[in-house]
Each structure stands twice: as C-alpha cells, then as structure tokens.
C-alpha cells in the first residue's frame, strides 16, 4: 500500500502519517523529517536544505527527489510507505511516477486532508514539534502529557523556526501555487481522495480508514 499525504502546511499530514503507519505497519517518510535531521547534524544537505526553510520556500527539486528515492528504495519498503511532504511539485511527483512506473508499480491513495487557510495560521503557532522523533503536538489540540517534552522519546519539543506567523503565511502562498496543482494530477490518475481536515484528529482518521479499508 503506497500513500501519499497531500494538503496545506498544517493541514495534519503528519498527524494522520503517523498514525496510518501504526495501524498498517508501513513506514511514515516525511521530507521535512529528513531535511531537520540533516540540520541538527550540520551536514551539507541541512545547511542547504535550511536557507530555503528559514524563508518558508521550498528546497529545489534536484535536492529533494535523490533523498527521496533513496529512501523508498530501502528494504522495509517493500510493503507500501505513506509519504509526508512529497511529492510537493508536479516534477517531484513526475519522477515519483516514472520511477514507479519503470518498476510496474504506482501510488494506491493520495489523501488530499482539506483545512481552509483561515485556520492554518492558528494551528501553526500552537504546534509544538519533536526533533528527536519527528512527533508533532499542539498547545491547545494534542498537548504532551508533560510540558515542553516529547511523550513518544523523551525529547524537547520546541516552535519550528518556519511555524512563525510571517514564515506560515509564505509557505500558504507557495502551497497554493506550487503544490496545490497535484490535487488536479492525482485526480487524472483516479487515485484522489479528500478529506475533511478540520474534524478532530480522531475523526479524520476514521474517515482515512475508511478509504484504505480494513
Ligand atoms: P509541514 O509539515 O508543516 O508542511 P514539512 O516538515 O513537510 O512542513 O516541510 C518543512 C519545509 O521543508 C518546507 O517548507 C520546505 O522548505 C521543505 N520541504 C519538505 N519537503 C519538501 C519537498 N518535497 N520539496 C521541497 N521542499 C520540501
Ligand atoms: P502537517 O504535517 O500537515 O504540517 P501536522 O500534522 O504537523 O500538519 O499538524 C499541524 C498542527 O495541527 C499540529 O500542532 C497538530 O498537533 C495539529 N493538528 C493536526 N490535526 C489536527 C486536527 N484534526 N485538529 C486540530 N489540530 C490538529
Ligand atoms: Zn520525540
């Protein structure tokens, strides 16, 4: 079962990434994961990865599609992964295709998860991120159960540098013209499916099962 995440920033991509991955045991790979690991470690990649973040733009495709090819190429792939954050582009899900394609393989489900921008900006400022283990919480909606610490790993949980309200609001613009355009795409490929993002987390899931199927 191969998924894609699609939606704004904030929509609750990784939410419901993580939380598939759980109850159908495939891998949740989420892009910005990798690049803020990349960062904390000081590689090439992070220092790169990190001028564009800081800006709310997006890291070029040259740099973004081998780190993700590379990764679904690993052996625990095999049975299906949810993709969180890629493709973001027409050319990255162009690739994604081709690569696929050569392989006679395809993407089953790309879940489009549908919140208006009005309650992006809201969502953003409250969402408290783990580095450790890329686990996402918010203030208000899914607090840690101990303040400022990560329940999954134990880790500080900090406000992103690119979840300020100035950074939300381009990477809202940048989504709209250049990541948007992948609903229409999927849709081509009979493989789109919407859901109401604004529910409650528990809700959304439930939709989400209910589309992948028991
Ligand atoms: P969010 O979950 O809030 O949408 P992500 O963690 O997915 O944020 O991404 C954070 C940032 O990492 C993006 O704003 C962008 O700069 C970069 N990024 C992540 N995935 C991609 C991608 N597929 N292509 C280009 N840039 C990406
Ligand atoms: P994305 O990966 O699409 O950027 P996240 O999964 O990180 O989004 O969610 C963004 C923020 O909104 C996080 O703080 C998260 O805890 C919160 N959130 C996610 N889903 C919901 C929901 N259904 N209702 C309210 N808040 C949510
Ligand atoms: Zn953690």
């Known amino acids: 079962m191969k998924i894609i995440m ?4 904030g929509a609750g991509k990784g939410t419901q990434a993580k939380m598939i991955a759980d109850k159908y045991g495939i891998p949740h790979i989420s892009t910005g994961d990798i ?13 790169e990865a990190k001028e564009y ?8 495709d040259e740099l973004t599609v081998k780190i993700l090819l590379d990764r679904v190429e690993k052996e625990d792939c095999k049975n299906g992964y949810v993709l969180d ?3 973001r582009t027409i050319p990255q899900a162009e690739v994604l295709t081709d690569a696929l394609g050569k392989v006679g393989d395809k993407i089953d489900y790309a879940i489009n998860v549908e919140v208006p921008d009005k309650n992006i900006i809201s969502r953003m400022s409250g969402r408290r991120a783990c580095l450790g283990c890329g686990s996402t919480y918010h203030l208000e909606y899914n607090p840690t159960k101990k303040e400022g610490i990560c329940d999954s790993c134990g880790s500080e949980t900090v406000l992103r540098d690119d979840d ?6 381009k990477r809202l613009l940048v989504y709209h013209e250049q990541t948007h ?9 009979s493989v789109l499916y919407e859901v109401d993002g604004t529910m409650d987390m528990q809700d959304v899931f ?9």
């Not at 699609?6 to 920033?9: F, Q, S, T």
């Not at 439930?206 to 028991?214: P, T």
């Open 6 to 9: 699609l939606g704004a920033p």
């Open 85 to 87: 954050g890629f493709p």
């Open 206 to 214: 439930q939709a989400i099962a209910n589309i992948l199927g028991a």
């Open 181 to 189: 355009p992948l609903i229409e795409y999927y849709k081509k490929q």
């Open 53 to 60: 973040m800081d800006q709310g733009r997006l890291v070029p």
């Open 35 to 47: 690049f803020r690991t990349n960062i904390k470690e000081g590689t090439k990649l992070g220092k």
């Open 164 to 169: 300020k309200a100035e950074t939300v609001k």
